[in-house]
Structures are given as structure tokens and as C-alpha cells.
């Protein structure tokens, strides 16, 4: 806790008074907008590579596709060719991406934990 002592004066009176400020919820509040910081950034990453990483394999498997000049064109819409490609090769996770994502779940959980000490004290 930081407290920072300043004093008042009174031009009819010599006396001067006390005055002592808790500055201590500036730092409070750098903790909060670190920690809120920290699980926005988590999370924003989660989504980014949930959604990003399925519409690059589908950009890949178009250029691919007009790269192949010859062939009749497996692909014609961007629903169309998610559906095929989840039809014909399913969701792949392997255990490495399952730790990972188990991981990442619990530091959240970690974060969130801290945030609320943080709020109530």
C-alpha cells in the first residue's frame, strides 16, 4: 500500500492540516487492465486460430485447384467446399493440439481466479 502525505494551508491560519491519500488503486488498476489485457489476448488468439486456420485450408485447396488447369474444379463455393472437406476428412486433433488447448483452458481459469481476488480485496 503506498500512502502519500500532503498538507494544506490556511492563510488565516498558521496551522496546517494532514491530509493522507491511498494512492494504492492506481496499481490496483494497472493489475486489473493487465489481467484484463492478458485474457483478451488469450481469447483473441483462441478465436483467431479457430476461425483462421479452417479458411486458410480452404484458400489453400482453391488456389490449388486454379493451379490445375486440366482438372474439373472440385470446389465451388466457400460452404461448399467446408462441407466437402469436412465430409470427406473429418476434424483432425491430435493429442499434442489437446494438451495444448487443455493447458491454455486452465491458465484462463488461473486468470480469472486472480482477477477475482484482485476485484474483492
Known amino acids: 500500500m503506498i500512502i502519500s502525505k500532503t498538507s494544506n494551508s490556511n492563510s488565516s491560519n498558521s496551522s496546517s492540516n494532514s491530509n493522507i491519500t491511498n494512492v494504492d488503486s492506481s496499481s490496483s488498476n494497472k493489475t486489473?487492465?493487465?489481467?484484463?489485457?492478458?485474457?483478451?489476448?488469450?481469447?483473441?488468439?483462441?478465436i483467431t486460430c479457430l476461425l483462421c486456420q479452417p479458411l486458410d485450408i480452404i484458400k489453400v485447396r482453391f488456389q490449388v485447384q486454379g493451379a490445375l488447369s486440366g482438372k474439373s474444379h472440385?470446389?465451388?463455393?466457400?460452404?461448399?467446399s467446408a462441407q466437402l472437406i469436412l465430409r470427406e476428412e473429418g476434424i483432425y486433433i491430435n493429442i499434442n493440439t489437446s494438451i495444448i488447448i487443455i493447458i491454455i483452458i486452465i491458465i484462463i481459469i488461473i486468470i480469472i481466479i486472480i482477477i477475482i481476488i484482485n476485484i474483492s480485496t
Do not use: V
Not at 486489473?32 to 483462441?46: P, V
Open 32 to 46: 486489473r487492465k493487465s489481467s484484463t489485457s492478458l485474457i483478451a489476448g488469450l481469447g483473441s488468439g483462441f
Open 74 to 80: 472440385k470446389y465451388s463455393g466457400i460452404i461448399q
